[in-house]
Nanobody, 126 residues
Framework: QVQLVESGGGMAQAGDSLRLSCAASGGVYRSDRMAWFRQAPGKEREGVAA????????SIADSVKGRFTIGLNNAKNTLTLQMNSLKPEDSAMYYCAKGRLRPGSTWQSAAEYDTWGQGTQVTVSS
């Protein structure tokens, strides 16, 4: 059984950078997609970035494009999210997730992911 453990969250000022990590233990396969989601209080869970392990292809949400970068350290089975130029609206609980997309589905659909980490809080002040 796969377990995902996030780390690296914390408090930051607007314009700062943070780097999140997600350590995966157990079965992670080339047919999997791993992603970062975030959820702020009172809002729906939002897909931030995803990577398809088979090709290394990445997807990024428009709201963070040019500021956030998703990465994968295969040797360490670790997913990363480099967050630069942080904004107060980036404040949220950030989750790591693993899944396999069904045909016709979108990487930003939380329903397509069957394994989730416990989350790490990111708070950005202005």
């Amino acid at each position: 059984q796969v377990q995902l453990v996030e780390s690296g969250g914390g408090m930051a000022q607007a314009g700062d950078s943070l780097r999140l990590s997600c350590a995966a233990s157990g079965g992670v396969y080339r047919s999997d997609r791993m992603a970062w989601f975030r959820q702020a209080p009172g809002k729906e869970r939002e897909g931030v970035a995803a990577i398809y392990l088979g090709t290394g292809g990445t997807s990024i949400a428009d709201s963070v494009k040019g500021r956030f970068t998703i990465g994968l350290n295969n040797a360490k089975n670790t997913l990363t999210l480099q967050m630069n130029s942080l904004k107060p609206e980036d404040s949220a609980m950030y989750y790591c997730a693993k899944g396999r997309l069904r045909p016709g589905s979108t990487w930003q659909s939380a329903a397509e992911y069957d394994t989730w980490g416990q989350g790490t809080q990111v708070t950005v002040s202005s």
